[in-house]
């Protein structure tokens, strides 16, 4: 994600009025330390490690996906994929059934002009140490033409994989072949409009609830094996360029995750069953939200904030198109 000056200014505006974010301790918000990581665009919680998530830069980086310890917002491992060439944009991670994780490298800065791109996949390790683990990589292309993309979610039942793309009215949610194949190409076709400019989506671990970000707001879904049905509105935190989203281990909470030097990651109550366990789930439950890019916190400051902060974006969008 190249920056643009409408994310400079609303990171300006981040810095200067928002609350920091509270102390780290298991799956409440914290900050990523590790001055590699200054891109983190994509964010998914371990299965196997509590408390560990998952990261990776966007691009210029190499093939390296990052764990960090919630608790203190430090690296514990760091992986290096071997097997998938050199990745060119990278924007999602996701982990699917037996502790698979998958990773997206589905962003285009030619505005939709790659006629591929790839999806990685590999074992989460067991150990949380520096290591090198083999890939299997997948090419992937959509049935209506290239296009660029921010989202990669991975059904927690079926393993089947599904991306959304990323536009300013609008997108679609793409499903992949029932298995991946490692040779030929993946073709996704579109089964479902998304309402948002979505930067990031992630699965509940039950399988029941798909969340969608957006930089300035976010919409929930009933997922229904991919057959959605929009909920309501997410109350995502106003980020200085909000790139990620991952439901905690335990479904109860949705962490959105920013990038940028020591970035934070923001911790929000999951609507729906998925946050059955915490009394005071936040997103709204019907779908009177209105359209596109909703979702802001009731808070003064935040709405203050927020009023500047889309008057930036929107009003130098289409000056600063390619991301």
Known sequence: MRRSLAFLAVGFLVGVLAVPAAAADGDEGFTISDPRITESSGLAASRQHPGVYWTHNDSDDGPYLYAVDSSTGKTVATITLTGVGTPRDVEAISIGPDNQIYVGDIGDNLGGNWPYVWIYQLPEPKQLKNQTIRATQYVVKYSDGARDAESLVVDPKTGRTYIIDKKEDGGHLYEGPAKLSASGANVFKPIAPVDLWATDAALSPDGKELAVRGYLGGIWYDWNGGKIKRKGRLSVPLQGQGESVSYSADGTKLMYGSEGTDSPVEDKDAPGDSGAKSPSASGSSGDSDGGGDGG??????????????????????????RS
């Open 296 to 321: 802001m916190s009731g808070n003064v400051k935040v709405g203050a904030i927020a009023v500047v902060a889309v008057a930036a974006l929107f009003g130098l969008r289409r000056l600063f198109r």
